[in-house]
């Protein structure tokens, strides 16, 4: 029997190898990219100084210059201080009368050293390269440590280095160390810094750095870990709820777009030409509107000084900076995708099948069921992956209407972007690749699923059309028995393909009437 021609053929097994092969691929790319990350700085810390045994790598917080036999451990960086009420001024925590404390005010740089700390290490104040060394090892810390702030090691003003002094006069601040504010176990060690004449909160006062100042042979060291504890310690500090909330957030909000999505395109099928277009446009402008401003329009509805806002109030509701509000920004921005592909799916139908339908008698809610979903559904299931990646992406509607808060609003995309202005730059790093991970499979998952759902589409006929051909014996090879449907398809005429839909139609008009 003649066969015909096929438009598409099903992926083969070799091409379903060579998908998963991508993939374990892009798995282990993803993997190797992350211990990249995790084990160079920590090679580079190993290599920092001759005087780190073999094996040996500085810990966390500690440098050493060998050419001055200095090592500086425990090192802490405040960033910022705060304005004391009680009037000590600006102050900086130090909990440690032993440490030493590098101060910055505008572009000069106050070194404060106890007394017994530079007896102990025979600091060199007067040694004009010795306070560079350790300078240098301060800045290399600072900037470890810095998550973004003003570094040491960019002041380009002047060094003050002060020894065994509890107060100093720098410029117009003076500093006074070691002062206890509160009283009790409240009672606390702090740099205060108030101005010469009176003012309050202009002090200029840029960072407080601080840490034990010892000799290289006391620097603390351990041993460097391997790639894989590397990894493993890397991952145990990671915060996981951002997933968490994501998985949460895009899945609930992929239900709302899922159904509201389908019954939206349906319905706008049946509006009047001269309205469709405007009810088309509202359903899809969100996608073309920037995130932000879908967010500032979500928090103008629904914020506390909105109509709707004080009304979910007083029934006890408080919807924005919360977790529905992620569900909320969330929706929004993925509705528009699901309404487009399902829309576009819906139309791209047959319609001479749906009105064969109704002249049967079927009712709109029935073929709308019955025919348009199953037809289209190929379509509809590209759209609600493609919905539920969107919802898993959104930032900045999310930021707006729901804010930041870990572990309740803080999505994927907004743990990457507050990780990397506070300096956690692996970190975030971690998230892009957990993104990028989820995203890759989304695109494999569309992939493949449309590929096998075209399988018993060659030719324009359904699965449960090629079940009919075979019944009525007009496949090739229906003396086998369990014979597959791509083989069956081979033994099809071209005139059988034509003149399907005319004998489904007359059959099921013979069963209505009988």
């Known amino acids: ?15 379903l190898s060579w998908v998963r092969a991508v993939f374990v691929a892009a798995l282990i790319v993803c993997v190797v990219i992350l211990a990249a990350i995790l084990v160079a700085p920590r090679a580079a810390c190993a290599d920092a100084s001759s005087s780190v045994g ?14 001055y036999g200095l090592g500086i451990n425990d090192f802490e960086r405040r960033n910022k201080g705060r304005e004391d009420k009680g009037g000590a001024g600006y102050v900086y925590q130090v909990n440690d009368t032993e440490a030493f404390v590098v101060l910055a005010v505008g572009e000069n740089t106050l070194v404060m050293v106890p007394q017994d700390v530079a007896d102990a290490v025979g600091f060199k104040a007067e040694d004009q390269g010795y306070v560079d060394a350790f300078m240098a090892m301060v800045a290399e810390l600072d900037e470890a440590a810095s998550k973004g702030g003003t570094l040491v090691g960019s002041l380009k003003g002047d060094v003050q280095v002060s020894i065994g002094e509890q107060e100093v006069q720098f410029g117009d601040v003076t500093v006074r160390r070691d002062v206890s504010i509160g009283e009790g176990d409240k009672a606390r060690l702090y740099v205060t810094l108030t101005r010469t004449d009176g003012q309050a909160n202009n002090t200029d006062a840029v960072l407080c750095d601080y840490g034990h100042l010892v000799a290289n042979s006391a620097v603390v060291t351990e041993a460097i870990p391997t790639w894989w504890e590397s990894l493993c310690a890397f991952l145990s500090t990671i915060d996981y709820r951002p997933l968490w909330v994501s998985l949460k957030t895009s899945g609930v909000a992929l239900v709302i777009v899922f159904i509201c999505g389908l019954l939206a395109a349906w319905k706008s099928l049946g ?16 996608m073309v509107l920037p995130p932000t401003v879908c967010g500032f329009l979500l928090l103008l509805l629904f914020g506390n000084a909105s109509p709707v806002g004080q009304w979910l109030m007083q029934h006890g509701v408080k919807l924005v900076f919360s977790w529905p509000a992620t569900v909320i920004a969330a929706t929004v921005v993925a509705f528009p995708l699901m309404y487009r592909t399902a829309r576009g799916a819906f139309e791209a139908l047959d319609p001479n099948m749906l009105d064969a339908a109704r002249t049967l008698g079927w009712s709109e809610r029935r073929v709308f069921y019955r025919l348009m979903i199953p037809n289209a559904w190929p379509s509809i299931a590209a759209g609600t992956v493609l919905a539920f990646a969107r919802a898993m992406g959104e930032f900045g509607a999310t930021l707006f209407c729901a804010g930041n808060y870990a572990g309740i609003t803080q999505t994927m995309p907004i743990a990457i972007y507050f990780q990397w202005m506070g300096g956690n730059t692996d970190v975030a790093i971690f998230w892009v690749i957990v993104v990028i991970f989820i995203s890759f499979l989304v695109i494999l998952f569309i992939n493949v699923y449309t590929a096998h759902s075209q399988r018993y589409r060659k030719g324009g006929l359904t699965r449960a059309e090629l079940k009919m051909l075979k019944k009525q014996g007009k496949l090739a090879g229906e003396d086998s028995e369990g014979a597959n449907d791509d083989q069956s398809f081979s033994g099809i005429h071209a005139a059988d393909a034509e003149s399907l839909f005319e004998r489904v139609s007359s059959d099921a008009q013979d069963k209505a009437r009988g």
Not at 4 to 12: F, K, Q
Not at 271 to 286: A, H, N
């Open 1 to 15: 029997m003649p066969t015909t021609s096929t438009g598409y053929e099903a992926p083969s097994a070799q091409c």
């Open 271 to 286: 509006v009047k030409s001269r309205w469709q277009g405007i009810v088309d446009t509202l359903f899809t402008i969100p």
């Open 54 to 67: 073999e094996g040996q790598q500085l810990s966390e917080g500690s440098a050493v210059d060998d050419e």
